[in-house]
């Protein structure tokens, strides 16, 4: 199993570009998630899924869009980069949305807004 | 406002030495997690607890739900502990984390 897999691992943006992150798990995972990670702050949710066709907001979803239109795949799209959306980001993985469960993350992709 | 809450930030300490990070949390769960950031970035899932106590190799983990709090032990640290831990619980659909504590373990 690969686990969690993320693509790019590192990104150069311009302010006002998009683009999509992407992140894909093999373990029949029910449950994803995406996460910032900025300095001084513990991991923020963005967005979660609980399943393929179904997406929610977490903390800090303003900028971001998910979809999830299969169980592998929760790309994450950036619409209109902004300099505030530098940050490392981190996509998990879990069976379901059970709190006794593993969380299992991607490598992370380190975002640079200019 | 912060649901969880990890002490101390940052810890340094002498290969062998014993180690305490703690956690508390505002909200009310019936488990909680402690993650490992490398160094490199990578994050991995150390402990789901729940009650009690719980042991892998050098690492222990405590939870009292009653009052909130958790700690992680380190017995006999080693350099290759150096990393960052991670609190987190889950609240709803939701996982909250600590802002992590850095431990450095000089040789």
């Known amino acids: 199993n690969a686990g969690v897999t993320q693509t790019p691992k590192f990104q150069v943006l311009k302010t006002g570009q998009s683009m999509t992150l992407q992140c894909a798990q093999d373990?029949?995972?029910?449950?994803m998630s995406w996460y910032r990670q900025d300095p001084g702050m513990g991991l923020r949710l963005i967005h979660y899924s609980v399943g393929a066709g179904i997406t929610d907001q977490g903390e800090v979803p303003n900028g971001y869009n998910v979809s999830r239109s299969t169980t592998e795949d929760f790309p994450l799209r950036l619409l209109s980069a902004a300099p505030s959306q530098t940050s490392v980001y981190f996509c998990a993985s879990s069976r379901d949305r059970g709190e006794f469960n593993e969380q299992f993350f991607g490598p992370g992709t380190r975002l640079t807004v200019l | 406002k912060n649901e969880v809450e990890q002490s101390p930030q940052n810890l340094t300490a002498q290969e062998g030495e014993f180690i305490t990070i703690n956690c508390s949390y505002s909200v009310g769960i019936s488990a909680l997690h402690w993650l490992q950031q490398h160094p490199g970035g990578g994050i991995v899932s150390l402990f789901m607890l729940s009650s009690g106590k719980k042991k892998h190799g050098r690492l222990i983990a405590t939870i009292n739900i009653q009052e909130k709090h958790s700690s992680l032990h380190i017995t006999a640290s080693h350099p290759r502990d150096s990393a960052v831990y991670i609190c987190?619980?889950?609240?709803?659909?939701?996982?909250?984390f600590g802002t992590g504590t850095s431990l450095t373990v000089i040789p």
């Open positions: 987190a619980v889950k609240g709803g659909n939701q996982f909250y």
């Open positions: 373990m029949n995972h029910e449950y």
